[in-house]
């Protein structure tokens, strides 16, 4: 009887002390506006957010026309799925992505180079 009265209050502890975590946790992420990245896609996608950003001549243009926007740019950047199969992950000093995302309800590719010190926007495909 002695097991299971120890066993119940052990319970009672941990579950006390899982729920006091899970509020802190969500309440020093919102403060501080840290994320827990675990997967691969939400890593990569915070590495390049970290870095300077920097658009090729195509996107420039694409910017200067109003076909495109910035918010549309930070949307890929926060929202999208990197397609590792297309991308070019290996490749030394700078990896090449291939992002899936939507720009003005058409399903659209964003191409990013990410180097080292900064990340370059290079091309914008609408593939529907």
């Given amino acids: 009887m002695a097991l299971i009265k120890r066993l119940g209050w052990y319970l009672v502890g941990l579950s006390i002390g899982i729920v006091f975590l899970t509020f802190f946790l969500k309440k020093k992420s919102e403060e501080t506006g840290t994320e827990f990245c675990y997967f691969p896609n ?48 290996k490749s030394v000093p700078c990896k090449t992505y291939k992002i899936e995302g939507l720009v003005k309800e058409k399903e659209a590719v964003l191409t990013v180079v990410n180097c080292t010190s900064k990340a370059t926007i290079q091309n914008l495909e609408i593939t529907k």
């Fill in 42 to 89: 939400c890593r990569t996608l915070k590495d390049i957010r970290s870095k300077p950003i920097s658009y090729s001549d195509k996107i420039n243009v694409l910017l200067t026309n109003k076909t495109l926007d910035s918010t549309t740019i930070a949307r890929f950047l926060n929202d999208g799925d990197i397609d590792f199969g297309s991308s070019d992950t």
